[in-house]
């Protein structure tokens, strides 16, 4: 990829902005809270690049930005609770987790394959502007590399992903500097991540204390997030044929024969792209899986990841 280019934060910005991300490109866009590097949220190989360009090691669920609460609709069930949260706070630095509409057009590595997805209306205008000229969901996490802190300034976003996206929108520094509180809303209202709005003023807003729920992306046992979505079926991993009562599931193009294939010509983010819908697939053939070896590189790590969950021993 060329140097990544840093647009500014008016008109033409955004729509460069927007084009790049019609075109499954990645561009960093500040929000009140952090900045988020951000990609098509209904585009699979986005998402995947998304993963790539953080070289995160798994496939954590990402949040996805929205205009307004008409699009959240469109994407989650909302309930009276959550309706009076997104009321009061959105715009703003609270995320909500809920249940994902089964029809939404949403790609499943989003949210890791869940059946839940967290959602946020930002407040930070560029951000918004953004949301506006684009005219689709937003998938994005803070715009850092895995492992580092958040970033609140272009510079910092240009610091840590320099050649590994295509822009930055400058909006300077995010005025919160803090990534977002998350109230899960799926089972009984939980805390899964302190932010930038205080937990008080969602409490007060609810009327009762909240239990903490822990950040699904360090579950306390292990599976804990993989039971929701691990294939009924067993898999069998680092397979090189499939016997006669398996399916196989292929990568690269010594087994371009195999039903299917996660990537024929062996890329790692048109695989991640395919993952779940494959294991979706799968999940409803009722026959056992066999998968290819898959390279311990690049997003092929988050991709062992996520199938060595799926083959691990269920309680
Ligand atoms: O302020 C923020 O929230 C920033 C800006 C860019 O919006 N974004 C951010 O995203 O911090 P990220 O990916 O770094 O953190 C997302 C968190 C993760 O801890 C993830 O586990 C949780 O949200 N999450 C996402 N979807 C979820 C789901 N369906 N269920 C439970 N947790 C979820
Ligand atoms: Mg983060």
């Known amino acids: 990829m060329h140097k990544t280019r840093v647009l500014l934060a008016k008109s033409h910005g955004f729509a460069e902005a927007a084009s790049l991300l019609q075109e499954g490109a990645l561009v960093a866009f500040p929000t009140e809270t952090v900045y988020g590097l951000g990609g098509d949220a209904t585009n699979d190989t986005a998402v995947a690049r998304i993963f790539e360009a953080k070289e995160r090691p798994s496939f ?12 959240a609709k469109n994407i989650a069930v909302f309930d009276d609770m959550s309706l009076r949260l997104a009321g009061a706070f959105w715009p703003g630095p609270l995320t909500l987790v809920l249940p994902l509409r089964p029809q939404a057009e949403i790609a499943p590595l989003v949210t890791a394959g869940l059946e839940s997805i967290a959602l946020r209306i930002p407040e930070h205008p560029v951000a918004q502007s953004l949301l506006e000229a684009f005219g689709g969901p937003i998938a994005a996490p803070s715009a850092n590399p895995s492992g580092k802190v958040s ?111 996660l990537s024929e010509t062996g890329d790692l983010v048109e695989a991640a792209a395919n993952l779940f819908h494959f294991l979706r697939e799968i999940d409803g ?7 290819s070896p898959i390279p311990e590189k690049g997003l092929g790590r988050a991709i062992n990841d996520r199938l060595r969950r799926a083959a691990a021993p269920r309680a």
């Open 60 to 71: 954590n669920p990402l949040i996805v930005h929205v205009a307004d609460i008409e699009a």
């Open 151 to 261: 970033p609140t300034r272009a510079e910092h976003v240009i610091q840590g992903l320099s050649g590994r996206i295509e822009a930055v929108l400058d909006g300077g520094a995010c005025p919160v500097g803090l990534e977002s509180t998350i109230i899960g809303l799926v089972d009984a209202p939980a805390l899964l991540r302190p932010g930038g709005l205080p937990l008080e003023d969602i409490e007060e807003c609810i009327g009762s204390k909240l239990s903490y729920g822990g950040d699904s992306s360090t579950p306390t046992a292990p599976g804990q997030l993989t039971s929701h979505y691990a294939p009924q079926m067993p898999i069998r991993l680092n397979a090189s044929t499939a016997s006669s009562d398996e399916v196989l599931l292929g990568f690269g193009p010594d087994c371009a024969k195999s039903t299917l294939n």
């Open 285 to 291: 053939c009722g026959q056992k899986i066999a998968v």
